[in-house]
C-alpha cells in the first residue's frame, strides 16, 4: 500500500504524538497541532490513537493511490475532492488504485488530517515520525514523495467504524483556559488586568511554532535567563508582543513566561485563525 505526492499544498506534514519527555534533550516535542482530530480519524479506521496522520495547513495536497485502501480525513469543515467529485469528510473513505485525492482547502479552521488504515512507514526518530525542520529529513511534503503504508498489525479490514459524530462546539468559544506563568507575578497590576480582560486578535504570523498576537501590552519585566518552554507557553517580548508557542517550538527560552494554555485548550487555539478574536481565562 502507498501514495505519492502529486502537488504539495501550502505547509503539508507528518504528524504523531511527537517526542515526548525529550525537551531535556533540547528536541522539540512536534506532534498534531490539533490531537482530538488526530484521535478521530485514527479511531474511524480502527487505528491507535497515536498512528501517523497527514496534517494539511489551509490548502492540501493532491495525492494519488496505488492499491485499494481505506482512510478517514478529519476538519472542522473542508473541500475534498475525489477523482474531481467533491466527498464528505469525518468518515471512512474507501479508495480504488490509481485514485487521486485532493484536499482543496480548509474552510473552518487551520488544519485537517488525514488518517491511513495501518500507519505510514517512514524513519522513526525518538520515537516518532513528526516531521521537523532540525530533526527529519524532510520538512514538508513536497512533489514527487512516496509514502509506503504498513498495514502488518492489521488483523481484519472490517474493524473500522463507518461514521464518529465530531463535536465542534468548543471550537466556537472564543475563551482560552491559562494557568499563570512562572512569570505572571512579576507584571504590574495594570499589565495582569490587560493581559485578562482584554480582546486580543490573532495576527498572520502563524506557524507551526508559534502564533503571534495583535497588539501589545505597556510593561518593564526584563528578559530572563533561558528557561523551560512549552507548547501553549505564552511569552512576552520587551516591545510588548504576546506570542503562543505552539508544537515546533524551541524547548527553552529568554523572554517572560506570562501564561500558559491548558493541554486541551490548545487544539481549540490552534484551529483559530487569522484575525479571530482571543480572550485568556484564568483557571484557578
Not at 482530530?37 to 490513537?49: K, Q
Not at 480504488?96 to 512507514?121: K, M, R, S, T, W
Not at 468559544?173 to 491559562?178: A, C, L
Not at 523551560?228 to 511569552?235: A, L, M
Request: aromatic residues 8%; hydrophobic residues 40%; glycine residues 8%.
Amino acid at each position: 500500500m502507498s501514495f505519492s505526492v502529486i502537488r504539495s499544498g501550502t505547509y503539508d506534514t507528518l504528524q504523531d504524538k511527537g517526542r515526548q519527555l525529550m525537551a531535556g534533550a533540547g528536541i522539540p516535542q512536534s506532534g498534531a497541532m490539533d490531537t482530538y482530530l488526530t484521535g478521530i480519524a485514527n479511531l474511524l479506521l480502527g487505528n491507535t490513537p497515536d498512528d501517523t496522520c497527514l496534517e494539511v495547513f489551509c490548502f492540501g495536497p493532491r495525492l494519488r493511490f496505488y492499491q485499494p485502501m481505506r482512510i478517514a480525513i478529519t476538519a472542522l469543515d473542508a473541500n475534498v475532492y475525489l477523482n474531481r467529485e467533491k466527498v464528505a469528510i469525518n468518515k471512512v473513505i474507501r479508495l480504488d488504485e490509481e485514485d487521486e485525492l485532493h484536499i482543496e482547502q480548509v474552510v473552518q479552521g487551520n488544519f485537517a488530517y488525514v488518517a491511513f488504515l495501518g500507519d505510514i512507514d517512514t524513519a522513526l526518530i525518538a520515537g516518532s515520525r513528526a516531521f521537523h525542520s532540525s530533526i527529519t529529513h524532510h520538512q514538508r511534503l513536497e512533489k514527487g514523495m512516496h509514502f509506503p503504508i504498513d498495514q502488518s498489525a492489521i488483523t481484519t479490514l472490517d474493524r473500522s467504524h463507518s461514521n464518529i459524530r465530531i463535536d465542534t462546539n468548543g471550537y466556537t468559544s472564543n475563551y482560552i483556559s491559562v494557568f499563570k506563568g512562572p512569570e505572571f507575578n512579576k507584571l504590574s497590576a495594570d499589565a495582569q488586568y490587560q493581559l485578562l480582560h482584554n480582546e486580543w486578535q490573532l495576527s498572520g504570523n502563524m506557524t507551526r511554532m508559534g502564533f503571534q498576537l495583535k497588539d501589545r501590552i505597556h510593561h518593564e519585566l526584563d528578559d530572563i535567563l533561558t528557561a523551560p518552554v512549552f507548547p501553549g507557553t505564552v511569552q512576552l517580548n520587551h516591545a510588548g508582543d504576546l506570542m503562543v508557542l505552539m508544537k515546533d517550538a524551541q524547548t527553552t527560552g529568554g523572554y517572560p513566561r506570562v501564561l500558559q494554555i491548558m493541554e486541551e485548550d490548545l487544539n481549540r487555539f490552534a484551529q483559530k485563525q487569522a484575525g479571530s478574536p482571543i480572550r485568556f481565562e484564568l483557571v484557578t
